[in-house]
């Protein structure tokens, strides 16, 4: 069974994104790049079906800029088998990088499409769903926990209230949440190996898929800066406080 | 124009979210709303009684299909012909249904909006809330989610719709429904409270966990938790506070061992009044709390509860 993975470039979770001072985005030059959180997420689940015997091929792939060929390394040293780099200077939005994925996944055949659930950049929450979508291929988003028996695959997912069971016949599109799995160091010998593991380049335009955003970015602005208020000494004080200055109780 | 807001309820109650994706809704034109599942009849009931609200199309459903995003994407697909919007909410159940959609559709989503500049241009917060994004969507139809602490809600009674009966669709199929697992809790729900109490990995194990909810029932407050509470297993994944799990901004949130890291901050930080209770002096979720006090949470916490005792 094979399983396809797409990665996202995202900066760093660790740092604070600074808005551009002519307001046209959040400044990515010299700041530290790494995989989007859940896309490791999604990866290991993909290493451990793989370790299970259950999968045995894993494709990374990765829309965005050259740069990205250090995120698809980053999952072939996790235990991706091999990558595909879909090349682009255009901004990526989830319908263009789901339509990507739709003609790389006629091509490769894929049982099942592991992504994570959100990019920690544009905060979409979209592309597996909308992938999904476009293949009229089942769906779960938000996975906690994944199994995979007799063709098809059960997965328990998040939900506001709880959580959720469904089962899908595969090929299936799952989304990874942050209690899927804790994704492991790519050790020093993996990422030597991962050099050598075969990634291929390709353009959107290779694939017939017209990159141009839906969504303009008119302007992006720092949010309201919230002021430091005051510490106070004693659980007295905070209740006078709440009571009689701030009036919430 | 005429928008199709797609309403979350709770056995036919409407939640108090959908109603500030109404109030959204009403800034771009008429609204008609959507009720599914197997209460769809008593959800319709409350909807068409909701200001505003010129008709309700109801959707019901006791397979179980309704729970499921395939069909209800296909569903509102099928229903976009007559709207020029379609919006919901920011559940996870909207999460799940509207990109679908979108993709049916051919649009690009526009999720999580926080302002309405006017019919084609929204403004979102991105990088956890680091940042505001003004976007402009070129597509003919939007589809729009709504953070509900950005709007408020519409009153719940009032209004006089009109309520019609459509079918759900069978979708593409493939996808079963098993099984729902709900954490009952007697406490208001979390997105919606008056009063949060969060508790951290400062609350140190799910017993201590528990110490919050005294405070709790005096506040009337709904309880909140870190991603780390969270994951070190103090409580469930749907009591998580964040980018990554629910927004809330209730006049008061309070902070119990929660080191405010961004991902946090991302769900709380438009509370208009937060407290935090900290060891750390430098805690980064001092840097946001109107009232702050640097201390030992578990000798504070039975101080701050028999305060509340004393005069109120
Ligand atoms: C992709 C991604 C998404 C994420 N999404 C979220 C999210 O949605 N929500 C979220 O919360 N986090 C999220 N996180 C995690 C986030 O980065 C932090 O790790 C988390 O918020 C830390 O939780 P905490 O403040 O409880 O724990 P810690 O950072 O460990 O802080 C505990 C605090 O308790 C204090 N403390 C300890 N003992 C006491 C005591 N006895 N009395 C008083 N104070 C005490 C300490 O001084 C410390 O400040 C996400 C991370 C990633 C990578
Ligand atoms: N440019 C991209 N390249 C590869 N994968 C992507 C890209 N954008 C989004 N994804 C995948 O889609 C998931 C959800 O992203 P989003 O819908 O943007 O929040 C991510 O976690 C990735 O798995």
Known sequence: ???????????????????????????TAGVKMSMNPFDEIAVEEAVRLKEKGVVSEIIAVSIGEAKAQDTLRTAMAMGADRSILVETDVVTEPLSVAKVLKALVEKEKPDLIILGKQAIDDDMNATGQMLAGLLGRPQATFASKVEVADGAVTVMREIDGGSQTVKLALPAIITADLRLNEPR?????????????PM??????????????????????EPPERKAGIKLDSAAELVSRLRNEAKVI | MTVLVYL?????????????????ASKLGDVDVLVTGPDAAAAA?????????????????????????????????????????????????????????AALLDVQPIPDIVAINDADTFVRPIYAGSALATVKSADAKKIITVRASSFEPVASEGGNATIEEVALPAGPGGSTFIATELSKSERPELESARVVVSGGNGMLNEENFKLLEPLADRL?????????????????????????????????????????????????????VIVAVNKDPEAPIFQVADYGIVGDLFTILPQLEAELDKAG
């Open chain 1, 1 to 27: 069974m094979k399983v396809l993975v797409p990665v996202k470039r995202v900066i760093d979770y660790n740092i604070k994104p600074r808005v551009k001072a002519d307001g046209s985005g959040v400044e």
């Open chain 1, 185 to 197: 160091y790519a050790s020093l010998p993996n990422i030597m190996k991962a050099r050598k593991k």
């Open chain 2, 8 to 24: 979350d309820h709770e056995g036919g109650a409407i939640r108090q979210a959908s109603r500030s994706a109404i109030a959204a």
């Open chain 1, 200 to 221: 291929e380049k390709i353009t959107p335009a290779d694939l017939g898929v017209d990159m141009t955003p839906r969504l303009s970015v008119v302007s992006v602005a």
């Open chain 2, 45 to 101: 009931k409350s909807a068409a009684a909701i200001p505003g609200v010129k008709k309700v199309v109801q959707v019901t459903d006791t397979t179980g299909n309704s729970e499921l995003a395939e069909p209800v994407a296909s569903l509102l697909a099928d229903l976009a012909a007559g709207y020029t919007h379609i919006l919901a909410a920011s559940s996870a159940t909207a999460k799940n249904i509207l990109p679908r959609t």
């Open chain 2, 220 to 272: 009337g407050a709904a309880i909140g938790a870190s991603r780390a509470a969270v994951d070190k297993g103090f409580v469930s994944n749907e009591y998580q506070v964040g980018q990554t799990g629910k927004i809330v901004a209730p006049e008061l949130y309070i902070a119990m061992g929660i080191s405010g890291q961004i991902q946090h901050l991302a769900g709380m930080k438009d509370s208009k």
